[in-house]
T-cell receptor
Framework: QQQVKQSPQSLIVQKGGISIINCAYENTAFDYFPWYQQFPGKGPALLIAIRPDVSEKKEGRFTISFNKSAKQFSLHIMDSQPGDSATYFCAALRGTGANSKLTFGKGITLSVRP | NAGVTQTPKFRVLKTGQSMTLLCAQDMNHEYMYWYRQDPGMGLRLIHYSVGEGTTAKGEVPDGYNVSRLKKQNFLLGLESAAPSQTSVYFC?????????????FGPGTRLTVT
């Protein structure tokens, strides 16, 4: 059972456009939602994260929107650039300390065309 | 700081052979993790450690063993490699018990089992 589902599976956006990646979760015990960015041949890197008591968080061109009632959250990349081309993973965290568990989505590949 | 490093970067094994993947971090992090990444599957947790001398099973632990004899090192062992273990393996570490989602990943080890 996949607990964190991402859509679409892949995304192609023109330079300057808005990239939108969606995630849905099932377990209401999740209490933190990070996004990771992975470039080819590299390990994932934390991009931005949000708590469920916040509806939106913005860091530069990256914004997370969170809808607790719908159990969905999304990543928006404004003014998308070719350098944003990467794989993006949403994730969800439950538990605390040694009992915490981070569950990743399958990832989506974003290509930004010049 | 080198961050999280992994050795080796690439390896080809024959079925039944054994090997050890080494992860080292110089950030004085308490938590360390081993993930595998397969196409269309996202990141799946194999084993993790919440401190020197401690290890615990993750989502897909079968066929793997780990050891954390020193705080900065986390070893992943394959006793008898199988083709199903062909994957890219990532090590990660995190410092804060309060924010375990802030994981720092290594560059990965690409393992092929023939």
């Amino acid at each position: 059972q996949q607990q964190v589902k991402q859509s679409p599976q892949s995304l192609i956006v023109q330079k300057g456009g808005i990239s939108i990646i969606n995630c849905a979760y099932e377990n209401t015990a999740f209490d933190y939602f990070p996004w990771y960015q992975q470039f080819p041949g590299k390990g994932p890197a934390l991009l931005i994260a949000i708590r469920p008591d916040v509806s939106e968080k913005k860091e530069g061109r990256f914004t997370i929107s969170f809808n607790k009632s719908a159990k969905q959250f999304s990543l928006h990349i404004m003014d998308s650039q070719p350098g944003d081309s990467a794989t993006y993973f949403c994730a969800a965290l439950r538990g605390t300390g040694a009992n915490s568990k981070l569950t990743f989505g399958k990832g989506i590949t974003l290509s930004v065309r010049p | 700081n080198a961050g999280v490093t992994q050795t080796p970067k690439f390896r080809v094994l024959k079925t039944g052979q054994s090997m050890t993947l080494l992860c080292a971090q110089d950030m004085n992090h308490e938590y360390m993790y081993w993930y595998r990444q397969d196409p269309g599957m996202g990141l799946r947790l194999i084993h993790y450690s919440v401190g020197e001398g401690t290890t615990a099973k993750g989502e897909v632990p079968d066929g793997y063993n780990v050891s954390r004899l020193k705080k900065q090192n986390f070893l992943l062992g394959l006793e008898s490699a199988a083709p199903s273990q062909t994957s890219v393996y990532f090590c990660a570490s995190s410092y804060s018990i309060d924010y375990p989602y802030e994981q720092y990943f290594g560059p990965g080890t690409r393992l092929t089992v023939t």
